[in-house]
């Protein structure tokens, strides 16, 4: 158990809707990241959060938008959801801000999209 | 942007010997962190790699970054089943962070 959880564990919705993805880091983090895994795309980064400020971006759609809690925890919000988006949804802690920092990844949300 | 390229993609091994997965870049390589994902898991840290040509070694592995800091390499010796999973290396700076795809291995008994 690395310490960070995440919930729903699982998510079956429709294409055209609107999810949200939830974090809560390990006691202490400051830092929360979030990563799509897909069989063809492998883990990708889409974003970081520090400490309630936004760190760093990566390949995350414009119809995908996060943000972090004065609790420090965070939310993914996916919306207009395509057949695509299917995908493991991982988010990942760590004590610092710089994305070298070791990350503990929690166990993942299971988005179907059908 | 700059990718981060593994390989091989598939690794099967026959318990007992040892085998080697390799991460390369075109460009510098900025830090170099280790992953391990076990089948239904979530990736979990293993090493990190900072300076040009560090060893670091954890029991049965051995993870290397190259003098040039453009490619970083696990070694594993005497392969047993609980090293089945998909090793990932992971790039990173203050601002940017790339996974490869991966070496998933899987071990004859």
């Known amino acids: 158990d690395s310490g960070v959880t995440q919930t729903p564990k699982h998510l079956i919705t429709a294409t055209g809707q609107r999810v949200t993805l939830r974090c809560s880091p390990r006691?202490?983090?400051?830092?929360v990241y979030w990563y799509q895994q897909s069989l063809d795309q492998g883990l990708q980064f889409l974003i970081q959060?520090?400490?309630?400020?936004?760190?760093a971006k990566g390949n995350i759609l414009e119809r995908f938008s996060a943000q972090q809690f004065p609790d420090l925890h965070s939310e993914l919000n996916l919306s207009s959801l395509e057949l695509g988006d299917s995908a493991l949804y991982f988010c990942?802690?760590?004590?610092?801000?710089?994305?070298?920092?070791?990350?503990?990844f929690g166990p993942g949300t299971r988005l179907t999209v059908l | 942007g700059q990718q981060v390229m593994q390989i091989p993609q598939y690794q099967h091994v026959q318990e007992g010997e040892d085998f080697t997965t390799y991460c390369n870049s075109s460009t510098t390589l900025s830090n170099i962190q280790w992953y391990k994902q076990r089948p239904g898991g979530h990736p979990v840290f293993l090493i990190q790699?900072?300076?040009?040509?560090e060893v670091k070694k954890q029991k049965r592995l051995t993870f290397q970054f190259g003098e040039a800091k453009k490619n970083s390499s696990l070694h594993i010796t005497a392969t047993q089943t609980t090293d089945v999973g998909t090793y990932f290396c992971?790039?990173?700076?203050?601002?940017?962070?790339?996974f490869g795809a991966g070496t998933t291995v899987t071990v004859r008994a």
């Open positions: 790699l900072v300076k040009s040509g």
């Open positions: 992971q790039d990173s700076n203050d601002y940017k962070l790339s």
């Open positions: 990942a802690s760590s004590v610092g801000g710089r994305g070298y920092n070791e990350q503990f």
């Open positions: 959060y520090y400490n309630g400020e936004e760190r």
């Open positions: 006691s202490g983090d400051l830092s």
